[in-house]
């Protein structure tokens, strides 16, 4: 609107110009944009106001593109995993018609997969939130019993990266593993101090964990000596999966 009146102003001055041979000071048809006391001034706010409103485009624009980095197209999947708890062959062939299965409700975006676990309904485990900060590379887990979430950088080798984790998904929903027995692999997880700062964990794991209380960790095997006592009453389980394996994933407080 603005820079068409601006525009017919101009063309307006030309053509009067160009009949008479000089420009008048004063142009009462000059539309509101150009009806000041002089051109050179009127020209000047015109184009100030253009110049506003680039600026208020441009930063709509830059404001867009920064939601659309942390809001990237979500897709939401719904996976069951069952599998066989008895990890030697000799009791395999007679399982029950039943086995043990996870279930999840899985969000993948480009950087991140956000998973659900509901509580197991005839197992051990809590019911939990996991994020998988692909950017980042770090895992956390809320657990949403105890409401506290725990951090862990991710680990590779047990989740899959986001396109092969949609594959997986979408074969899971489409049927494809409906006959798959998997199986449990099981790690051993322990707090190692709290954190105090969320917001060094980046944009998704604050999003979960704001307001909780938030304790990184680290493998067991990995502490020194192992001298901590371990007592069964500081631990809690999680099963999910974010492969074609299950991952007990058991963390312990001390
Ligand atoms: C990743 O997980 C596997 C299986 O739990 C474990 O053997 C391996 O040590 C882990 N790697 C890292 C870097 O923690």
Excluded: W
């Excluded at 053509?15 to 041979?21: A, R, S, Y």
């Excluded at 043990?100 to 509580?119: C, G, H, L, Q, T």
């Excluded at 371990?230 to 389980?237: A, G, I, L, N």
């Amino acid at each position: 609107m603005v820079k068409l009146a601006f525009n017919s102003a101009l063309a307006q001055k030309a053509l009067q110009g160009k009949d008479t041979g000089l420009v008048s000071e004063k142009d009462p048809e000059a539309p509101k944009c150009a009806a000041s006391s002089s051109d050179q001034e009127s020209t000047g706010r015109c184009l100030l106001t253009l110049l506003g409103l680039a600026f208020i485009l441009s930063g709509i624009i830059v404001g867009a593109a920064c939601l659309y980095r942390y809001y990237t197209p979500k897709r939401m999947y719904h996976g069951t995993l069952q599998f066989s708890e008895v990890s030697s062959g000799a009791a395999a062939e007679g399982q029950p018609y039943y086995l043990p299965r996870v279930e999840e409700e899985v969000e993948i975006s480009d950087n991140m997969a956000a998973i659900s676990v509901p509580p197991p309904r005839f197992a051990q485990g809590d019911p939990a939130y996991i994020l998988h900060d692909f950017n980042r590379k770090l895992t956390a887990y809320l657990d949403l019993t105890l409401r506290t979430c725990f951090v862990i950088p991710l680990n590779t080798s047990v989740v899959l990266p986001p396109q092969d984790l949609t594959d997986l998904f979408r074969q899971l929903m489409s049927g494809s593993y409906s006959n798959y027995r998997s199986y449990l692999v099981q790690e051993d997880l322990v707090v190692t101090e709290r954190v105090r700062d969320i917001m060094e964990m980046g944009f998704y794991i604050r999003r979960l964990c704001e307001g909780k209380d938030t304790y990184r960790m680290q493998h067991r095997s990995q502490t020194p000596a192992g001298i901590q006592k371990r007592s069964v009453e500081d631990c809690f389980t999680i099963r999910h999966f974010e492969n074609t394996f299950i991952t007990e994933t058991r963390i312990c407080s001390a």
